[in-house]
């Protein structure tokens, strides 16, 4: 593979191979995409002139360009899949997957364990799953347990423990549920014969189990061993009915499997079901938030990559509801009649019951009245219900670096996209008086100045004091009375409002105090974050402008290559060097060693 980077005005530089291109902003990867042609792929994003307006603004934000040259188109998707889940890039379509799904993991201990975990260690063992149904999980758990003895203790069964004698049987000794290997009452050789058949039951195998039984039944029949013989009837009549509780497609169906693609913009929604002789292991939708118009093709390809990876499927038939190009020793089949087709319609069942499904949620929770907002607006007698809430908090350590925070909860919850910082500009010292009643100035004259509308409460993270100074604030903007205000002082919750001297006390479990809590340690939150970036960024400047040689040109170039004084500090000379030149990286070495 070869790797290059250019500016965004080379791309016409680019080769006309297959590969995968990188798009940087300031700050890092925006976008990852693929190309069977580089060259003509990345030029449109620059000569087209039809793209949507998410595509127009990826290509304003476009810094620089990176592209790796491969030797196919199905290693571009491989590399293109890779570089996806390592960097998250904000452009690009990704599955959201908000479920842990839970494994089975069979340890590598000795004597190992069978149990199911939503925390995957490789180290511990090997992991069957995940499971999109935890009732199929606990049934083919259920079933090992019936068919074999497979100890439940997490004790180490080493040699040397048991020769000690460490440990006594238990009650699942007992009762028949387990061999006592803790007292050397089982062999290991004997007992890793019962390991590798669950591991056959959790692949799926479950037919070379049933042969395996169906002729040890047999054999303790002839020898007239008939008990035994029946503890393998019983055995098989386990397995006949896990299989009648798991979903029968066909029996004469290999391993494959079937994917299929609602495309409804700007959202797709993407059904895979894994099957395993004849029964539907995996079935799972994933929905997909489309962000540059990507085609189905391309959505349903990553889709394909990101679950057969997941779920650690290595068939070799994939069924499609549109045409793919096959991949390397993977065949890409639309099925129009027959058996497979109806997978494809069952698949297909699956993903547009899960798109009405997360619809319906959407609407309902649109719909559904916020209790919150209804006791807080009964607690505090407001006139109109507080969809719209800010919360005002200063922060300061000893009058340096005075800053303020504002945080917006729209329908309760927090609009991140509406939050505020302030550099506090006519306040020498710590005054926290004076610096609420310059940010509720400057807030309030901004909106009044452009006719926004006002927030229906504004919230003051603290007591009396803090409360009356917003309060004259709104009053000389000639806006008090319009706008509903409270401040929450921290020590004992309690509640102010204006031209009342007796706080309010709300119950500590009800829903409109946890509101106001949220929404003032939210601001206290997002004020702290804003003082510490700023004192950071000034003390870090500030060693930079010790050093004699080192200009302000050099030092914002030095922190848009390293980020920090720490990661400078960190970097080798040859680092330094071709960042800043050679001269100039010998200054930064000799002042850093002091």
Sequence with gaps: MNTQKLERTQYNLLPDDPGVYRFFDEEGIIYVGKAKNLKKRVSSYFTKNDHNRKTYRLVQEIHYIQVTVVNSEFDALLLENSLIKENQPKYNIL????KSFPSICITNERFPRIYSTRRIDRSKGQYFGPYTSVKAMN???????????????NFNLSETNIAKGKFKVCLEYHIGNCLGPCEGLQQEHEYMVEIAQAKEILKGNISPIRKSFLGQMQEAATELNFELAQSFKVKLEYLEKFQVKSLIVQQKFTNLDVFTILHDEPKSYINYMMIEEGTIKISETVEVKNNLNNSPEDILQYSMLALRDKYQSSNKEVLTNIELEDWPEVSMIVPKIGDKKKLIDLSLKNAFMSKREKQAQAENIKNKPNHALIELKKELQLTEMPYHIECFDNSNI?????????????????????????????????????????????????????GLPFPKLVVIDGGKGQLGAAVKALKDLGVYGEIPICGIAKRLEEIYVPNDPIPLHISKKSEALKLLQHARDEAHRFAITFHRQKRSKTSLKSELDEIKGIGQNTRELLFREFGSVEKMKKADFEQLSAAVGPSKAQLLKSAFKK
């Design 95 to 98: 599955l959201k997957d908000d």
């Design 139 to 153: 049934n083919v758990l259920d079933l090992i347990r019936k068919l074999y003895k497979i100890r439940t203790c």
């Design 398 to 450: 000893q009058g340096t670096h005075p800053v303020a925070s504002m945080v917006c909860f729209k329908n309760g919850k927090p609009s991140k996209k509406d939050y505020r910082k302030f550099n506090i500009k006519t306040v020498v010292g710590p005054d926290d008086f004076s610096s609420m009643y310059e940010i509720v100035t400057r807030r309030y004259s901004k909106l009044l100045n452009e």
